[in-house]
Structures are given as C-alpha cells and as structure tokens.
C-alpha cells in the first residue's frame, strides 16, 4: 500500500509569509503527527491529529497550527515565517491515537529566506 | 517521558556487527523501547520495538537487561546502506500519549568499506 505522501517536497518562501504544507497518511490510519527537523534542535513534535481533532500539541508558537481532513488527510500551516523555520517537515501517520509504529513521509524542506 | 542517551556517533566496517546502546535510568513500568533510523533529507523509520529480554527481527536484534535500564540495537553484518542515525525512544504504548514521539540526539553511524 501507499506509504505517507507529503506535498510539496520543497518550498521557498520569504520572511512574513505564510506557508500551507499538506500530508496523506497511510489508507486506514486515522492518527497523523507533524515534526519539526533542524540541525540544532534536531526532531521535535508540532501537533496530532486524530478524528481530526488535535490531541496533543508541542511547545511551538501559535504560528503552527494544522487541522485534519475527514479522510484523515492533514494540512500544516505556518504564518508570518520567519528564517528560524528553516526546516525539514515530517508528518507520520498511525493507525490509532497510541505510541504504536508510526510511519514517516519524506518531508518537506521549507527555505526561508 | 523517560530520557534517553545514546553515544552520538560510531564508526564501522561493512560486514561487521554492530551495537548501539542506549541509556534509560528513568524508564517506567509501562514504557516501551522503540529505535528508528532515518537517511538524510528522509522521514525515520520504524526498525523495532520491545518491553523485555530479547526481540529479534530480519532487520534487527534488540536486547534489553531486566532492569530495563538500557537497551541494546544489535544490527548484524552491516552494509554501507546502513550508514543514518539511529534512536532510541522510550515511551508508554498502552496510556494515550497523542502520537508524541520524544527523539534525543540520536546515533550517527558510519559504516566505512
């Protein structure tokens, strides 16, 4: 079966902007979690959505906020951008709302510049 | 969240067996041991996951003592491809965490011809 897709795989945006970054979870999973990856802060958890209602959230400013998708597709969305969210974007995707395996995408690489 | 310690980096020739061990003083009755592995620009992966004793997959072993203190990621005849960072995470798989996954600094191996 499909594996977690996250669109797009790159983006540019300029400081102020506001991005919008989209994930389909693997068929039949109804848990989807959002990371943030940089270099000096390393994997750090955003938020999870499952039956599209935020569960749990990280120790982010307001600026990152997402919501989840009847069909349990999930956006991210980050307003007023500034450079420190430079970063790689991972979603994964779980079966249920539990520590079980979860399952990554490739990311999205946000350049801010 | 029990916390975690790894060694941040090893080195190792192809064809060699290799260990990483991870420290969890704080580990909790209910807490799981789970390792992922993650390639660069790439979302991690699930390598495996295990409560006490022993856990053997086709991609890994992973021994953990039965004061479940630390844990042992035992990878066999490694292979340049399995050059990426490795974690350990340890957390409660039977009480709602909100899909939050905690990942230290993680384990860069290198795995040299």
């Known amino acids: 079966k499909a594996g977690v897709t996250q669109t797009p795989r790159y983006l540019i945006k300029t400081r102020g902007q506001q991005v919008t970054l989209s994930c389909s979870p693997i068929s039949g999973h109804r848990s989807v979690s959002w990371y943030q990856q940089t270099p000096g802060q390393g994997l750090q958890f955003l938020f999870e959505?499952?039956?599209?209602?935020?569960?749990n959230k990280g120790n982010f400013p307001g600026r990152f906020s997402g919501r989840q998708f009847s069909n349990s597709r999930s956006e991210m969305n980050v307003s007023t951008l500034e450079l420190g969210d430079s970063a790689l974007y991972l979603c994964?995707?779980?079966?249920?709302?539990?520590?079980?395996?979860?399952?990554f995408g490739q990311g999205t690489r946000l350049t801010v510049v | 969240l029990a916390k975690t310690t790894q060694p941040i980096s090893m080195d190792s020739y192809e064809g060699q067996e290799v260990n990483i061990t991870c420290s969890h003083n704080n580990i909790a009755t209910n807490d799981y041991i789970t390792w992922y592995q993650q390639f660069p620009s790439q979302g991690p992966r699930f390598i495996i996951q295990?409560?006490?004793t022993k856990v053997t997959n086709e991609v890994a072993s992973l021994f953990i003592p039965a004061d479940r203190k630390s844990s042992t990621l035992s990878l066999p005849r490694v292979s340049l491809s399995d050059t990426a960072v490795y974690y350990c995470l340890v957390g409660d798989m039977l009480r709602n965490q909100g899909g939050k996954l905690i990942f230290g600094q993680g384990t860069e191996l290198s795995v040299k011809p």
């Open positions: 295990g409560y006490k």
């Open positions: 994964a995707s779980s079966l249920e709302h539990m520590n079980t395996e979860a399952f």
């Open positions: 959505y499952f039956s599209e209602t935020q569960r």
